[in-house]
């Protein structure tokens, strides 16, 4: 079984940052992309960042020179470094992963979401 946690969420003022973490956990064979996306009240679930095994990444036009993801594969975990913050922000914030199991099955998952709120 495998699991993805986030942490890292909460309530910012506008122009200040936070990192969000995910770390995935379980009955992993690998890991290949990693994502994350969020959800404000009303809207559809948007791509915001994702990143390859390799480190490639790439960014949403509305967050590209303020947002940094990375990830580390020793630990399993994607991070979101996010800056600038803007009360547009707002949202719940999803990382994504597709995980292999074996050698044959690979699946996507998905962490439980963590709140971010930009306001003052």
């Known amino acids: 079984q495998v699991q993805l946690v986030e942490s890292g969420g909460g309530l910012v003022q506008p122009g200040g940052s936070l990192r969000l973490s995910c770390a995935a956990s379980?009955?992993?064979?690998?890991?290949?992309?990693m994502a994350w996306y969020r959800q404000a009240p009303g809207k559809q679930r948007e791509l915001v960042a994702g990143i390859t095994s390799g480190g490639i990444t790439d960014y949403a036009d509305s967050v590209k020179g303020r947002f940094t993801i990375s990830r580390d594969n020793a630990k399993n975990t994607v991070y979101l470094q996010m800056a600038s913050l803007k009360p547009e922000d707002t949202a719940v914030y999803y990382c994504?992963?597709?995980?292999?199991?074996?050698?044959?099955?690979?699946?996507?998952?998905w962490g439980q979401g963590t709140q971010v709120t930009v306001s003052s």
């Open positions: 994504s992963a597709s995980i292999r199991v074996n050698l044959i099955r690979r699946s996507d998952y």
């Open positions: 379980g009955s992993i064979f690998s890991i290949g992309a």
